[in-house]
């Protein structure tokens, strides 16, 4: 499994536009990106997935660059309620499992 | 009410006692998961079911067993708990696609 990179921490300031890169250079062609948050304890959330294209639904905007080595994660307005541990996970979609790792994730702080 | 629950919440125990983690899902999903959550860590895997007849273990399923009693219902124990085994516990499930999973809220379980 293609392992990935992330920074431990950032800062957003409220409302403004929170973008977490992910590095996976070793991503092979039938891995897709996915984004999870985990707010405090709580159960991960999912938020995004994408293959090759960017994505976009109601939380977030998925960037994943042409050579498919890095991604990014944007919220667009960032709120305080976004404050959570963001995890980016590569993973295969196939009928077999795939596993997950989830790594230790970019904890965003967004700051009043 | 959630679509994935667990019980207990929290729960603390003693050195050799077992113990049952119960999750149930209302989502009809095939496909349920546990997981264990360290201090500052990621996720890791235990054990997986994809139905009733099928578990498979997962990165470090030693020292627990796992009962698929039905399709919504999966069950974690520790046979006999050590304080090693003190983290946060979650369930989750997902669809064939696996294009998400849903997590529960966790269990924190403490083993003095």
């Known amino acids: 499994d293609a392992k990935t990179t992330q920074p431990p921490s950032m800062d957003c300031a409220e409302g403004r536009a929170a973008n977490l890169p992910c590095n996976h250079s070793?991503?092979?062609?039938?891995?897709?990106v996915y984004w999870y948050r985990q707010i405090h304890s709580q159960g991960p959330q999912y938020i995004i997935h994408?293959?090759?294209n960017n994505e976009t639904n109601e939380m977030a905007s998925l960037i994943i660059t042409e050579d498919r080595k890095s991604s990014t994660l944007i919220l667009p307005h960032a709120t305080l309620r976004d404050t959570a541990v963001y995890y980016c996970?590569?993973?295969?979609?196939?009928?077999?499992?795939?596993?997950?790792?989830f790594g230790t994730g970019t904890k965003l702080q967004v700051i009043p | 009410d959630a679509d994935v629950t667990q019980t207990p919440r929290n729960r603390i125990t003693k050195t050799g006692k077992r113990i049952m983690l119960e999750c149930s899902q209302t989502?009809?999903?095939?496909?349920m998961y546990w997981y264990r959550q360290d201090p500052g860590l990621g996720l890791q895997l235990i054990y997986y079911?994809?139905?009733?007849?099928?578990?498979n273990k997962g990165e470090i399923s030693d020292g627990y067993s796992v009962s698929r009693q039905a399709q919504a219902k999966f069950s974690l124990s520790l046979e006999s708990a050590i304080p090693n085994q003190t983290a946060l516990y979650f369930c989750?499930?997902?669809?064939?696609?696996?294009?998400?999973?849903?997590f529960g809220p966790g269990t924190r379980l403490t083993v003095l």
């Open positions: 079911s994809f139905d009733v007849k099928d578990i």
């Open positions: 989502k009809g999903h095939d496909r």
């Open positions: 994408g293959l090759k």
């Open positions: 989750a499930t997902s669809d064939p696609d696996e294009a998400e999973q849903f």
């Open positions: 070793t991503i092979s062609g039938n891995e897709y």
């Open positions: 996970i590569v993973r295969k979609w196939s009928g077999g499992y795939q596993k997950v790792t």
